[in-house]
């Protein structure tokens, strides 16, 4: 048996109705040689037994014992891996069928690159496009969306192998915000984004609770802190985090995502 040249690694926790056509539209792919790794995070609905039924040899389901968290999830998925590529997916969202080729065609001819993911439309609960999301294509503009929120998103990765091995892979300590955390560490890699809308994503604030939403931007300012104490930002980025301090502790989540609208952050 050949080995896959991609090891796509999703973690689902409660997926359903959304994870049937998330797991289509990766089997479904133009590109076919990879392997499918998803974990479940101790689901309380049908999402292991759906995954169980799956046919094809190219899914391969673990079952966590208990909750740990999307994360730690991800880093069992990342053990269990043998691609030359790592590719992210959740659970809940679609990828068109050339998303996997694209990338791939891209890091091939371009072997600078390390990282690179793709634009996306976001959809509500019923598949209906509501918006677009259009990160930075170049690496320097990446890296400076990123040290505020994700200047790759996240479901849409697609990375060299030796990236997650060397920043070894994602710290459960920053769930909620462990892509930020992430791309931060990786400031000595080059990234990318392709213009092309190759991801359905589901819109992230219609599929989370307010305490969630507060939970993860109180988490993305920890991770921010955390790397500005260790050096990762300079000095010039401390008023900048003061005043997200100062935002995110006094300010309504409402109020936090139509501010990070207006200034293009989202």
């Known amino acids: 048996m050949n080995m896959p040249k991609i090891s796509i690694i999703m973690s689902v926790y409660n997926g359903m109705p959304y994870l049937k056509k998330a797991i289509r539209s990766i089997l ?9 790794i998803i974990v479940d995070d101790a689901s309380t609905d049908r999402s292991w037994e759906y995954l169980k039924s799956v ?3 190219r899914v391969k389901p673990i079952k966590n014992k208990k909750n740990l968290g999307l994360a730690a999830s991800l880093n069992i ?55 677009r999301v259009h990160k930075p294509k170049a690496d320097k503009d990446i890296k400076k969306m990123s040290r505020w929120i994700t ?35 990786a400031k000595d890699f080059k990234m990318a984004n392709i213009e092309k809308e190759l991801l359905l994503w589901r819109n992230p604030q219609q599929r989370r609770s307010q305490s969630d939403i507060e939970k993860i931007y109180r988490q993305s300012l920890r991770v921010r802190w955390q790397h500005f104490l260790k050096g990762n930002l300079t000095i010039l980025f401390l008023p900048y985090l003061i005043r997200s301090l100062i935002t995110t502790y006094l300010f309504p989540a409402r109020l936090k995502i139509f501010l990070n609208k207006k200034a293009g952050l989202l």
């Open 77 to 131: 998925a990342l053990a269990k891996s043998s691609g030359e590529y790592i590719a992210r997916m959740d659970a809940d969202d679609i990828s068109l069928p050339k998303r996997l080729e694209t990338q791939l065609e891209l890091l091939q001819k371009d072997q600078s690159i390390e990282l690179c993911g793709v634009w996306a439309k976001l959809i509500d609960e019923n598949n209906k496009v509501i918006g």
């Open 28 to 36: 479904t792919q133009t590109y076919k040689n990879f392997e499918f």
């Open 151 to 185: 200047g790759i998103i996240h479901p849409t990765w697609l990375g060299r192998r030796k990236i997650f091995e060397k920043l070894k892979g994602y710290n459960p300590d920053y769930d909620m915000a462990e892509d930020l955390d992430f791309l931060i560490r």
């Open 55 to 57: 046919k094809d040899k």
